[in-house]
């Protein structure tokens, strides 16, 4: 299974970017997924993370409200919009998933199995 995050780049404070993850290899729908993101100097942090059939939602405290999580299984492709950005939204997002039942366990790094390799957001002030 490999996973390719795309969508990265610079944009203003308040402004918006989409990103998409693409799940190839050994596809199959049901696999839970998660955003995590790594700033400068910062340890690894829980974004969102939705389950396989995109019925429920998780999302950090630090984002609810400005970042909708969604997934497309027929184009094996999750997304995450990002609207009203902070300078503070500055960093390697990473895309994860895992065929594991995680219940209440989306934000924990430790339950995915694959991991994509990041894309970069920056957002100025």
């Known amino acids: 299974v490999q996973l390719q995050a795309s969508g990265g780049g610079l944009v203003q404070a308040e402004g918006s970017l989409r990103l998409s993850c693409t799940t190839s290899?050994?596809?199959?729908?049901?696999?839970?997924m998660g955003w995590f993101r790594q700033a400068p100097g910062k340890e690894r942090e829980f974004v969102a993370g939705?389950?396989?059939?995109?019925?429920?939602?998780y999302y950090a405290d630090s984002v609810k409200g400005r970042l909708t999580i969604s997934r497309d299984n027929a184009k094996n492709t999750v997304y995450l919009q990002m609207n009203s950005l902070k300078p503070e939204d500055t960093a390697v997002y990473y895309c994860?998933?895992?065929?594991?039942?995680?219940?209440?366990?989306?934000?924990?790094?430790?339950?995915?199995?694959?991991w994509g390799q990041g894309t970069l957001v920056t957002v100025s002030s």
């Open positions: 994860a998933s895992t065929r594991r039942m995680l219940y209440n366990g989306y934000s924990m790094a430790q339950n995915y199995d694959y």
């Open positions: 939705i389950s396989w059939s995109g019925g429920r939602f």
């Open positions: 290899g050994r596809t199959s729908s049901a696999y839970n």
